[in-house]
């Protein structure tokens, strides 16, 4: 039966003279004062006097204060008001609250209620303090009935009333709470007594009070959140404080790991000394082994709190933030390495602090961080110490200062002049020699120095010597990507990134693996794979929260090759913002260039294009395979109808392609040379580029080749391994899927002509008059020209002949 079942029950005995007495009890919140309105809702139905009164904390010390609430103030004792009137319903909400005389009052009542015809209906609170006094057990033993209520889910309960309950407890019930509270998952007895300074059976008791409340589950935990939060709210200042203090000394006392303790220090604002210095570090040190730098920067950060002055300590702390920072905040990594560096005072300890900077992160830095790693690496220079330890740090400062060098005009061509004009036979037997001859390499890419040959052969021996570990990201060896993707040698790089994929999976290394995947995303590139390349640059697109500029440049690369609009146009706001940047800077105007041409605004198209040349030209910037330029803008002068200046910049980066010496760029370069080459000569060209391009890495580079001179001689067999070509680097066959450009060889000359000139943007009547024919003989030619093509009118013209080259990553 339910409690409203025995009261019901209980009323209709009455209304026959017998009386009964029903305890209705149970936890905060558990719904005694709804069950004592119902009760009174039951007796009003039956015709039944009702009289109510509720016990309160502060009228506790008021005599006969319920019983007032009863009678009403009339004069006589409660029992004489009760057999007054007949049938009648008592009913008192918080018995533990009343007053010593109306408990005396109601216990002698009850014992009476057998003999006249009254219910009377008490609730009393468990857990609370005065539930298990003398006065109310009194009461409470007479009972005919006692209900018990279930324990209550407390987050629909008045947080007020809560909160009263909580802040009438006794001290010592107030400490074991709040002590909980502070403790969090972390409960055990002997932690709660501890922290809450009481022993173990003064514990036990409280615990005994506040489960009889319903605030704590079976397992002796807070029931709700909600209970939490009152006790928080209920805990001064001063004492959170003092407990959070209290417990994050406990728990490392009693060997709890690391970054248990350190999320406890995290809320601690006051310096604890030496031990929480070294928790936090540990705490950090887990972090970044679980693959979650933020947290480890976090401790690190807090960690610094302990040490406010400058010294050895605060310079140690502030190199373990920088190296957790160095893939979520490189700005912050730089400046605080470059504070670390002021704070120590040995040579040795700059130049390891040096060591320590990302080369990516050191160009991005403020120009004080690059002045203070030359300074060093003058430092280290003067030196001249026979101390292997030194003549290490030295070759890896050297190693950044050159790669800040590769982004600065005209010091390109000096760090690669230190290379000499032919390879040197001696191979470095450190890895800190490794690392510098791979920024000398780089910078030899950078400004075509060296043949690509010569050049990727030290860069695959380089990366046979390095251990495929996917911290390399964070150091000058991640320029040998770029180098050998220059020189047309993927192999070996392709299958050395797989494996450090690989080991950044295993160990959950997040940051490492965006980074490597933007190298991986090069590489695809290179080698033809467009599509995979595109889809690649939307999962680290998506994936970078901060990309570095390696990994930009790397997606604008991308986006430029593939002309994926939505990645330029996802890509043109993020470059902008870091354009200051040498590589993003010319990165950012080639992607310019790409919405240009794209809104066929040509003209603007070509401004972008020169202004991206020239900025790589005044840096040294010469490998046509990297930055193409030239290429591009020939290919927006040949539709602009200037075909004079294109062919000149087409010979142009022929030459330097030659220069360079990579099948891929030589290649590349004549198909496109060819392409702008009429009669016989175009098609030797072309057939020169097919030739070049069977060497080449680049197999989709391979496809457009065999296609251009398929179509141009209409030789099926070429046109059909072009696209058997195209399929094998995963893109749909080009004779399907560009079948009107296979018949642009069918246009006359002067059908060609008009085509370019009114993809220039020309009206029919500026052809017309550039041409010096009429009219109507320029829309029979664009008529011919459509049906050739396919297309249905000038919208479609860019579409058909658009080929427009590759833009390629510079680290």
């Given at each position: ?6 009261v ?13 007495l029903?305890?209705?009890r ?7 004062s709804?069950a004592?309105?119902d009760?009174?809702r039951?007796?009003?139905?039956l015709d039944?006097r ?5 016990g309160?904390?502060q009228?506790?010390d008021?005599?006969l ?8 103030g ?8 009760l057999?007054?009137?007949g049938p009648a319903?008592?009913?008192v909400d918080?018995l ?6 109306s408990?005396?009052?109601?216990a002698?009542s009850?014992?009476?209620l057998d003999?006249i015809?009254?219910v009377m209906v008490?609730c009393?609170?468990d857990g609370?303090v005065w539930?298990?006094s003398p006065l109310?057990e009194?009461v409470?033993?007479?009972?005919a ?5 279930e324990r209550p ?5 008045s947080?007020?009333?809560?909160v009263t309950?909580l802040r ?9 709470l709040?002590?909980m509270?502070?403790?969090g998952?972390d409960?055990?007895a002997g932690?709660?007594a ?6 173990e ?15 704590v589950?079976?397992?002796?935990r807070?029931a709700h959140r909600v209970?939490?939060e009152?006790?928080?709210?209920t805990?001064?200042?001063?004492d ?7 417990a994050?000394?406990?728990l490392?006392?009693?060997g ?5 303790v350190a999320?406890r ?7 604890q ?12 040190a887990s972090?970044m082994e679980r ?6 920067v976090?401790?690190l950060?807090r960690?610094l709190l302990?040490?406010?002055?400058a010294g ?5 702390l502030?190199?373990?933030?920088a190296t957790?920072e ?8 730089a400046?605080h390495?470059?504070?670390?560096a ?6 040795r300890?700059?130049a390891a ?6 080369p ?5 830095a ?7 790693v030359?300074g060093i690496?003058d430092?280290l220079?003067?030196?001249?110490s026979h101390?292997?330890?030194l003549r290490?740090l030295?070759?890896?400062?050297e190693a ?11 010091r390109?061509v ?5 290379l000499g004009?032919c390879?040197d036979?001696?191979f470095p037997?450190t890895?800190?020699?490794r690392e510098?001859?791979s920024?000398r390499l780089?910078?030899?890419t ?12 030290l860069a695959?021996?380089?990366l046979a010597?390095?251990?495929h570990h996917?911290?390399?990201v964070h ?6 990507v770029t ?6 040698s993927l192999?070996a ?17 997040v940051?490492?693996q965006v ?5 991986q995303m090069?590489?695809?590139?290179h ?5 995979a390349?595109?889809?690649s ?7 970078a ?7 930009l440049v790397?997606l604008?690369s991308v986006a430029c090759?593939?002309?994926?609009d939505?990645?330029v146009n ?7 913002e870091q354009?200051?940047?040498p ?6 105007r080639?992607?310019?260039a790409a919405?240009?041409v794209a809104?066929?605004?040509l003209?603007?198209?070509l401004?972008?294009l020169?202004d991206?040349?020239g900025q ?5 910037w010469?490998?046509?395979?990297l930055?193409?330029w030239?290429?591009?803008?020939a290919?927006?002068l040949w539709?602009?109808g200037?075909?004079a ?12 392609a030659?220069?360079w010496?990579?099948a891929?760029g030589?290649g590349t370069?004549l198909r496109?040379?060819?392409s702008m ?18 060497g ?6 391979l496809?457009?080749a065999?296609?251009?001179?398929g179509?141009r001689?209409e030789d099926?067999?070429?046109v059909?391994r072009?696209?058997a070509?195209?399929?094998?680097c995963?893109?749909?066959p ?7 450009v296979?018949?642009?060889?069918d246009?006359?000359g002067?059908?060609q002509?008009?085509?370019e000139?009114?993809l220039a943007?020309?009206?029919n009547q500026e ?8 009219v109507r003989v320029?829309e029979?030619h664009?008529t011919?020209?459509?049906r050739?093509l396919?297309v249905?009118?000038?919208?479609g013209l860019?579409?058909?002949?658009s080929?427009?080259g ?6």
């Amino acid at each position: 039966m339910t409690g409203l079942d025995v009261v019901a029950a209980a009323l209709r005995l009455a209304r026959s003279g017998a009386g009964s007495l029903v305890v209705i009890r149970g936890p905060l919140g558990c719904g005694r004062s709804a069950a004592v309105k119902d009760a009174e809702r039951v007796a009003e139905s039956l015709d039944v006097r009702v009289m109510s009164a509720t016990g309160t904390r502060q009228e506790r010390d008021f005599p006969l204060g319920v019983v007032h609430q009863l009678t009403g103030g009339e004069l006589g004792g409660l029992h004489d008001v009760l057999v007054a009137d007949g049938p009648a319903l008592v009913a008192v909400d918080d018995l533990q609250w009343a007053d010593e005389e109306s408990l005396r009052a109601l216990a002698l009542s009850a014992d009476r209620l057998d003999r006249i015809p009254v219910v009377m209906v008490v609730c009393v609170r468990d857990g609370d303090v005065w539930s298990g006094s003398p006065l109310v057990e009194q009461v409470v033993r007479q009972a005919a009935h006692v209900v018990v209520l279930e324990r209550p889910l407390l987050a629909g309960s008045s947080r007020r009333r809560l909160v009263t309950c909580l802040r009438a407890q006794p001290p010592r019930v107030r400490s074991v709470l709040d002590a909980m509270a502070v403790l969090g998952d972390d409960l055990e007895a002997g932690l709660v007594a501890t922290l809450a300074e009481v022993d173990e059976a003064g514990c036990a008791t409280a615990l005994r009070a506040v489960d009889g409340l319903g605030l704590v589950d079976r397992s002796g935990r807070f029931a709700h959140r909600v209970v939490r939060e009152a006790v928080e709210e209920t805990m001064a200042p001063a004492d959170r404080a003092r407990l959070q203090i209290g417990a994050a000394r406990l728990l490392y006392d009693t060997g709890r790991p690391a970054e248990v303790v350190a999320d406890r220090l995290l809320a601690i604002t006051v310096a604890q000394g030496l031990w929480a210095t070294e928790v936090l570090r540990t705490a950090a040190a887990s972090a970044m082994e679980r693959g979650v730098p933020l947290v480890a920067v976090d401790y690190l950060r807090r960690a610094l709190l302990e040490h406010p002055q400058a010294g050895c300590r605060r310079a140690t702390l502030l190199v373990e933030l920088a190296t957790a920072e160095r893939g979520v905040d490189r700005a912050a990594a730089a400046v605080h390495l470059s504070v670390a560096a002021r704070m120590v005072s040995t040579t040795r300890e700059r130049a390891a602090i040096a060591a320590r900077f990302v080369p990516g992160a050191l160009v991005e830095a403020p120009p004080a961080a690059r002045e203070l790693v030359r300074g060093i690496e003058d430092e280290l220079r003067a030196v001249r110490s026979h101390d292997d330890v030194l003549r290490d740090l030295a070759l890896r400062v050297e190693a950044r200062s050159h790669h800040v060098e590769c982004m600065t005009p005209d010091r390109v061509v000096r760090c690669a002049d230190r290379l000499g004009e032919c390879p040197d036979e001696t191979f470095p037997e450190t890895s800190a020699g490794r690392e510098l001859l791979s920024v000398r390499l780089h910078c030899a890419t950078l400004a075509s120095t060296w043949r690509a040959d010569d050049v990727a052969t030290l860069a695959r021996r380089l990366l046979a010597h390095t251990p495929h570990h996917p911290d390399h990201v964070h150091t000058p060896i991640a320029t040998l990507v770029t180098t050998l993707c220059a020189a047309d040698s993927l192999d070996a790089v392709s299958a050395w990134l797989h494996i450090a994929k690989k080991r950044a999976l295993a160990a959950d290394a997040v940051v490492e693996q965006v980074f490597i995947e933007a190298e991986q995303m090069v590489v695809l590139l290179h080698s033809g794979r467009i599509a995979a390349a595109r889809s690649s640059a939307a999962e680290v697109l998506a994936t970078a929260e901060m990309p570095g500029s390696e990994v930009l440049v790397a997606l604008a690369s991308v986006a430029c090759q593939t002309r994926d609009d939505h990645l330029v146009n996802r890509l043109v706001p993020l470059v902008k913002e870091q354009a200051h940047i040498p590589a993003l800077s010319v990165a950012y105007r080639m992607l310019c260039a790409a919405v240009s041409v794209a809104a066929a605004d040509l003209p603007a198209g070509l401004a972008h294009l020169r202004d991206a040349g020239g900025q790589a030209e005044e840096l040294g910037w010469r490998n046509p395979v990297l930055y193409p330029w030239r290429v591009e803008a020939a290919r927006v002068l040949w539709r602009m109808g200037d075909l004079a200046a294109a062919r000149e910049l087409a010979a142009e980066q022929h030459a330097l392609a030659a220069q360079w010496g990579s099948a891929a760029g030589v290649g590349t370069a004549l198909r496109h040379l060819g392409s702008m080459t009429e009669g016989d000569a175009g098609v030797a060209v072309l057939r020169q580029a097919v030739s070049v391009l069977e060497g080449s890495a680049n197999r989709f580079e391979l496809a457009r080749a065999l296609w251009q001179l398929g179509t141009r001689t209409e030789d099926r067999r070429c046109v059909e391994r072009s696209s058997a070509v195209a399929v094998d680097c995963g893109e749909s066959p080009l004779v399907a899927r560009a079948e009107p450009v296979a018949r642009q060889g069918d246009l006359t000359g002067a059908q060609q002509r008009v085509v370019e000139l009114a993809l220039a943007g020309r009206s029919n009547q500026e052809i017309a008059d550039t041409m010096q024919v009429g009219v109507r003989v320029v829309e029979k030619h664009l008529t011919n020209a459509y049906r050739k093509l396919g297309v249905r009118g000038r919208g479609g013209l860019a579409a058909a002949l658009s080929d427009i080259g590759p833009f390629v990553p510079c680290r």
